[in-house]
């Protein structure tokens, strides 16, 4: 792309709208008419996710608090032939490198710890920034934000791990699993993360700022 | 490729069907035919905007079909089995949630069912019935309540993390008992490549259908 080329239009300053179900493209109608839907999927028709900002740092707030008895309360009880014993989301990935396994180990880690964190740092710096009207790296922050929507939902990796390992190992003299109270928190932390995330209007980080990016 | 639209319209007629916004960044783009293999990337932002479509509604409809099919082999054959001296237990998709359904992990057991059973099955079941229909020219009934429900449900079907899962669950149990993967995994890896694919066509492609 040439410097000299004039900025791209985009759908606010030209007058109109896309519908946010279907993507039709629709003229905007003037301020004071209320709000109307899409004629072709009667969604409500808004230029932008309203309170954006604020339901994004909502959600990521309950989702940071969660995370805390996620981590630290065990998500699975195992009593097997050498006695029982609770484990947590991070002394499951231990046990998995302790045995060679570093591979799955490496996998839940990802998925369960690195994840999470990933999108309550990606959230956050997104929120600061569209906060401080900030023009920087405007391509490299929605390229941002599509990743937190990608990674997203494979956090609930180890809810499955849990519930299919409980459904299975019921042997009375070999062992028994069952799960505990840290899952509960865990399923709430992908719940909450994913649903800030989608909370997030990645437009105003396009909103804001300098409009050539400068 | 899609062009951005470089200069600003003086009237937007209602509904331009050429038209196209980027969700992402808002940047007006003019639609433009897509050749094989092409992809329409945000001038702007990067983000993907269109991609060829290489299938027609008849063989969406058959990709349809064969995700139904194999959704019911994956939930009626095991995905795992333990046998251990006469004992015999095995793990199918909703029993491992109904196993939890009881309690306080009755919240991650309704998450469990809701994404990995309850959702993937809405998908396909509205993807059925929106193709049938459009493979005899016609409208689906309820049409529009059927896209939207499959638009909304779309972030929320995690079939490819249950079969992720599900793998790691038999490492994991290896270490103690024999576990054998069932008929079920081979299903549910063959059903997350079909909703892929299905997932490859643009929303905006379901729309269009008469």
Redesign the interface.
């Known amino acids: 792309?040439s410097s000299h080329?004039?900025s791209?239009?985009?759908?606010?300053?030209?007058?109109?709208?896309?519908c946010?179900?279907?993507?039709?493209?629709?003229?905007r109608l003037p301020v004071p008419t209320p709000l109307s839907s899409c004629?072709?999927?009667?969604?409500l028709l808004r230029e932008r996710l309203p309170r954006s900002g604020e339901h994004t740092l909502a959600w990521l707030i309950a989702s940071v608090i969660l995370y805390i008895p996620a981590n630290v309360l065990p998500v699975m009880y195992v009593n097997?032939v050498g006695g029982g014993e609770e484990s947590t989301i991070l002394s499951g990935v231990l046990s998995?490198w302790k045995?060679g396994?570093w591979d799955?180990a490496a996998?839940?880690f990802t998925a369960s710890i690195a994840v999470p964190a990933t999108k309550f740092l990606a959230l956050g710096l997104l929120l600061w920034t569209v906060r401080r009207d900030s023009s920087w790296a405007?391509?490299q922050r929605?390229?941002l934000?599509?990743l937190v929507?990608i990674i997203?939902?494979?956090s609930?990796?180890?809810?499955?791990?849990v519930?299919?390992?409980?459904?299975?190992?019921?042997?009375k003299?070999?062992?028994t699993a069952e799960?505990r109270?840290g899952?509960?928190f865990?399923?709430?932390v992908?719940?909450t993360t994913?649903i800030a995330a989608?909370s997030f209007d990645?437009?105003l980080?396009?909103?804001r700022g300098r409009p050539d990016g400068r | 490729m899609t062009v951005a639209v470089r200069s600003e319209p003086q009237r937007a007629p209602v509904g331009w069907s050429e038209l196209l916004v980027c969700p992402h960044c808002d940047v007006l783009h003019r639609t433009v035919v897509l050749g094989r293999h092409e992809i329409a990337a945000c001038i702007a932002c990067g983000g993907i905007l269109a991609r060829h479509r290489s299938f027609s509604v008849d063989q969406l409809l058959a990709l349809t079909v064969a995700a139904a099919l194999l959704f019911l082999i994956a939930n009626a054959y095991p995905l795992m089995i333990i046998e251990v001296g006469g004992m015999h237990t095995e793990a199918t998709v909703w029993g491992a949630a109904l196993l939890m359904l009881h309690g306080w992990t009755a919240w991650p057991a309704a998450v469990l069912a809701l994404t990995m059973f309850i959702l993937p099955l809405l998908q396909i079941a509205l993807l059925l019935w929106l193709l049938t229909f459009a493979s005899f020219g016609r409208r689906a009934p309820g049409f529009r309540g059927a896209l939207v429900a499959l638009h909304r449900s779309r972030p929320w079907s995690m079939t490819e993390v249950f079969l992720l899962g599900a793998l790691v669950a038999i490492v994991k149990l290896s270490s103690w008992v024999h576990v054998t993967p069932g008929i079920g995994i081979w299903a549910l890896a063959s059903l997350m490549i079909l909703l892929t694919v299905l997932s490859m066509v643009e929303p905006r492609f379901w729309w269009t259908l008469s």
């Open positions: 792309m080329a004039p791209p239009v985009r759908a606010i300053t030209a007058g109109v709208v896309a946010r179900t279907c993507g039709l493209v629709l003229r004629p072709r999927c009667a969604t097997g998995f045995s396994a799955i996998l839940i405007r391509r929605t390229a934000y599509r929507e997203g939902y494979w609930m990796l180890d809810v499955v791990v519930a299919l390992t409980a459904a299975l190992l019921k042997f003299a070999l062992g799960p109270l899952i509960v865990f399923c709430g992908v719940v994913m989608l990645p437009r980080i396009w909103d």
